[in-house]
């Protein structure tokens, strides 16, 4: 396999642990990957100027101050269901993005499972999932607080015995024979 010019194989001196085991094996680093992904992407991203800033995302300081302040289950509910609907907007653009990518010259049909395909549809579907998990962990909580699970009813400890499985004892017997007295 040739070796992109840009390839250098590495000594260790004020080399990281991935740029090491790159030299080793004779592989591109993941810096090395964007790097060249980045130089010859240049005349496309001259031609699709893409925004430099990154996707703006809720300050979390009034979330955090509003959760250090809360005392209840219902004001922590409170907090986070409105931070998971500020990062709702967000999180959904990620996922249709990383869909379409998947998708991208009809490369996912037919895919193998931990192909590049298979893998950005998956991270679509767990970048979804994250909002939903937490969904789900805030109304746990609210659940145990307001609609608690009912406790059985147990029988009274004399009751206990019969519970067992077990036939009942017989009613009391009068003795057998002949009664003293009469």
């Known amino acids: 396999m040739p070796q992109n010019p840009d390839f250098e194989l590495y000594d260790n001196v ?5 740029q090491i085991a790159a030299a080793r094996y004779g592989i591109a680093t993941r810096r090395d990957l964007l790097r060249w992904a980045r130089r010859d992407a240049k005349p496309f991203l001259a031609e699709h100027p893409l925004p430099d800033k990154p996707l703006p995302s809720p300050g979390l300081a009034p979330y955090l ?9 219902a004001e922590v509910s409170a907090v ?3 931070l998971l609907d500020a990062a709702e907007l967000a999180l959904r653009a990620v996922s249709d993005y990383l869909f379409a990518a998947a998708q991208w010259r009809g490369q996912h049909r037919g895919a193998e499972k931990g192909s590049p395909p298979k893998l950005l549809m998956e991270a679509a579907s767990r970048s979804l999932s994250v909002a939903a998990i937490a969904d789900e962990a805030d109304l746990t909580t609210l659940r145990a607080e307001y609609d608690p699970a009912p ?15 077990l036939p009942p ?3 009391h017997a009068p003795p057998a024979g002949p009664t003293p007295g009469r």
């Open 14 to 18: 004020g080399r990281d642990a991935d």
């Open 65 to 73: 101050a509003a959760l250090a302040a809360a005392e209840t289950p």
């Open 80 to 82: 986070t269901q409105h």
């Open 151 to 165: 406790t059985p009813n147990l029988p009274p400890p004399s009751q206990a015995r019969a519970s067992t499985g």
């Open 169 to 171: 004892a017989p009613p």
